[in-house]
Nanobody, 116 residues
Framework: QVQLVESGGGLVQAGGSLRVSCVAS????????MGWYRQAPGKQRELVAS???????NYADSVKGRFVISRDNSDNTVYLQMNSLKPEDTAAYYC??????????WGQGTQVTVSS
């Protein structure tokens, strides 16, 4: 059974930093593209950042230069370091795993709230 468990969300002031983590189980993590998505109330879920099993990264334009995605294959963990946070970054953040032809999996989400 695939499980993605996020942690690290919370409330932070604008300009602050936060790191969210996602621990994966039940998948071949080293063969999986991992990503972070977010969804604000009344908006569609959007890609924030992704990282391939080879370490190639991709970022939404809105977070480039502020957020950094990384992974630790020894711990089956993917991180999202968020710096210079803005109120518009407020959303539920979801971990995503794309495991080849096996399928796509989601975590339960962790809330990030940035106060102005």
């Amino acid at each position: 059974q695939v499980q993605l468990v996020e942690s690290g969300g919370g409330l932070v002031q604008a300009g602050g930093s936060l790191r969210v983590s996602c621990v994966a189980s039940g998948i071949r993590f080293s063969r999986t593209t991992m990503g972070w998505y977010r969804q604000a109330p009344g908006k569609q879920r959007e890609l924030v950042a992704s990282i391939t099993n080879g370490g190639n990264t991709n970022y939404a334009d809105s977070v480039k230069g502020r957020f950094v995605i990384s992974r630790d294959n020894s711990d089956n963990t993917v991180y999202l370091q968020m710096n210079s946070l803005k109120p518009e970054d407020t959303a539920a953040y979801y971990c995503n795993a794309q495991w080849g032809v096996v399928g796509t999996f989601w975590g339960q989400g962790t809330q990030v709230t940035v106060s102005s």
